[in-house]
């Protein structure tokens, strides 16, 4: 199994190396072609019409969005969340609409404003430290989104099908239960 990390902009890395800390085998997709040696896909925080911009620019994007609609297992952080999200409120900018959330861009502040909180996941046995970094704020969702965590009474951790969103980064800590679950998500699909 070879879940791939979009290494076309963003903190790519390090979920990276949260996989392979996991013992799987991880792939950084850089072009359509990449698409096809995956099982998974993560697409990290960063910057999101930077990375809609060059995901449309190398033909990433339309191919992309087909294979999620095809049940590939994606998981969005952060930026990754933004892209995947079917409205964005506060800028005008396409997204991949494969996840049935409205989202606001930079809703818990600016990059001085970061902050981590430790959260409740369902299904997982202790609080889970969240880290936010110019984090967006899911503001709505569909019926078919499942809302996995909240802070506030919003939720930071969603599940529609085959994508998982976090507005907050796991990848910056040492805790692997939320990349464990996207990876469950990855087995499941293969069967």
């Known amino acids: 199994m070879i879940i791939g990390v979009s290494g076309i902009q963003g903190d790519f890395r390090e979920h990276k190396w949260m996989i392979e800390k996991l013992g799987h085998e991880s792939y950084v997709v850089r072009t359509p072609e990449d698409l096809e040696k995956v099982d998974g896909l993560i697409i990290p925080g960063g910057e999101s019409t930077t990375m809609i911009r060059i995901m449309k620019r190398i033909g990433l994007f339309e191919k992309l969005k087909e294979k999620i609609l095809n049940g590939l297992p ?91 969103v976090t507005s907050f980064h796991p990848e910056l800590t040492d805790d692997t239960r939320v990349h464990e679950y996207f990876i469950k998500m990855v087995e499941e699909y293969r069967k």
């Open 74 to 164: 994606v998981y969005g952080t952060c930026a990754g969340l933004i892209v995947l999200a079917k409205e964005i409120e506060n800028y005008p900018q396409e997204s991949l609409g494969v996840i049935d959330i409205k989202v606001m861009r930079n809703a818990y502040g600016r990059q001085v404003d970061s902050f981590d909180e430790m959260v409740e996941i369902k299904g997982f046995n202790k609080p889970f430290k969240a880290i936010f970094i110019r984090a967006p704020r899911v503001d709505g969702w569909g019926p078919e989104v499942d809302v996995l965590s909240t802070l506030d009474n919003h939720p930071i951790m969603l599940r529609q099908k085959n994508v998982l």
